[in-house]
């Protein structure tokens, strides 16, 4: 005879840092951190790896971080405030093996979080912020400069694509390459 005790769910809302995007995630309080951190990249749609994030319980002493606290607010220019770099340090990061019952967390049950609340600062590795804006920015270049014109016959875009990709600052080879 098995005792099946029911699982408690937790609400966590999470900021990430560097978009200042709030969302927020349920899961079971007997899930691991690794596996909080999977649902966050899928939850957000991230094609790197969930080992490429990193967590930190966002909570100064016994008080969450709020919505409303304006070092939150400077997260989205990619800025770390000092009040936030504080609560990273004091806290460190979650390890991936731990599960999110764990007192040292001290997450509230679904029922109990308050609205406004911040639960998990979520950061990504910095390798891999670079190459988000690298991509990122190509994008906004490929955007402004793609012809609209729909009457385009596939040689005239491909004489566009040869032009976009043949760059001025193109490296090219030098003497002892060659």
């Known amino acids: 005879f098995r005792l099946h005790c029911q699982q408690a769910m937790k609400s966590l809302t999470c900021v990430v840092i560097g978009d200042e995007s709030v969302f927020g995630v349920e899961i079971e309080d007997r899930k691991k951190v ?20 990193k967590l930190y319980v966002a909570k ?20 770390v405030p000092a009040q936030i770099k504080d609560i990273m340090k004091q806290n460190g990061e979650m390890d991936a093996s731990y599960r999110l019952l764990n007192t040292a967390f001290g997450f ?29 920015y190509n994008q906004q ?29 193109k490296a090219s080879p030098s003497k002892k390459d060659v």
């Open 34 to 53: 690794w596996q909080l951190k999977k649902m966050i990249a899928e939850e957000n749609g991230y094609t790197f790896a969930p080992k490429d994030l």
């Open 60 to 79: 100064k002493g016994d008080n969450w971080l709020k919505t409303s606290d304006p070092s939150v607010k400077r997260l989205e220019d990619g800025n």
């Open 108 to 136: 509230p049950n679904e029922e109990d979080a308050e609205d406004g609340d911040i639960h998990v600062l979520v950061d990504i590795l910095e390798y891999v912020k670079k190459s988000l804006r690298i991509l990122r």
């Open 141 to 169: 270049d490929v955007s402004q400069d793609l012809p609209m014109d729909s009457g385009l016959s596939p040689a005239s875009a491909w004489d566009w694509l040869a032009t976009f990709f043949s760059s001025p600052t």
